[in-house]
């Protein structure tokens, strides 16, 4: 089961845990540190004996266990590795099942979009080679589960954002000029939540 890290949803994420006998929350990982909502990782750590943070050693925050490219995160038979893919943030990474089917890409790749590259060390750049290297070469049916859905949507594919993502099938100077000019209001949390995250979404860990 997977739980995200959002602040105000730590009561049920707690309920979900007590509810559901069959596995135990060891680890909270975060995809990178979050400019729109303060994780509830620090909060359910202190609620859960024994549970773990995680993040990229390149995110700048502080956790239990910070991440590297190629780590694996192993629970019972499976597990999920650690695939750098900054861009939106340095910190960012995409965690790919061990059999490859399903990769939850934070705000790196969106469905038929992408993550924004104007601020926390953004980079258009970046975010176009670790898409182009690091998620379209998965296999084409690998199940694309992002951080974030404007429009409801909840998962895709590799091969339908190699072919219809209107952001990435375009050359990388086309790319930059799109990320250059989206002119999206900041996030409304954007002040609180940087900081609060850099400390586990609390401010002693
Ligand atoms: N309105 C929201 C913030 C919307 C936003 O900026 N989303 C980010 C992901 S959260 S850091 C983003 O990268 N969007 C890309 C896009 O193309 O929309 C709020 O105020 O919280
Ligand atoms: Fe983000």
Redesign the pocket.
Same mark, same amino acid.
């Given at each position: 089961a997977a739980v995200c890290p959002v602040c105000h949803q730590a009561d049920g994420d707690r309920c979900m845990v007590k509810d559901e006998s069959s596995f135990i929350l060891f680890l909270k990982v975060n995809t990178h540190c @979050?400019?729109?909502h303060i994780t509830s990782t620090g909060l359910m750590k202190k609620r859960l004996a024994g549970l773990k943070s995680a993040i990229s050693k390149f995110s700048g925050a502080s956790a239990d266990i910070h991440l590297s490219e190629g780590d694996k995160i192993t629970f019972g038979k499976q597990y999920l590795t650690v695939v750098e893919t900054p861009g @939106?943030t340095d910190g960012c990474v995409t965690l790919v099942t061990g059999d490859r089917s399903m990769a939850f890409t934070g705000?790196a790749l +969106?469905i038929r979009?992408c993550?924004?590259t104007d601020f926390q060390q953004g980079s258009a750049k970046k975010l176009y080679q670790s898409i182009h290297q690091k998620i379209f070469t998965l296999p084409d049916h690998c199940l694309i589960y992002p951080g @974030?859905d404007?429009k409801g949507q909840t998962a895709s594919t590799v091969a339908e954002e190699r072919k219809f993502n209107p952001r990435l099938t375009k050359s990388l100077e086309e790319f930059v000029d799109i990320m250059n000019n +989206?002119n +999206?209001p900041k996030? *409304? *949390?954007i002040d609180v939540s940087v900081p609060a995250n850099l400390v586990c979404g609390v401010h002693e860990v």
């Open positions: @979050h400019a729109d @939106h705000d +969106l979009g993550g924004r @974030h404007y +989206l +999206l996030p *409304k *949390k």
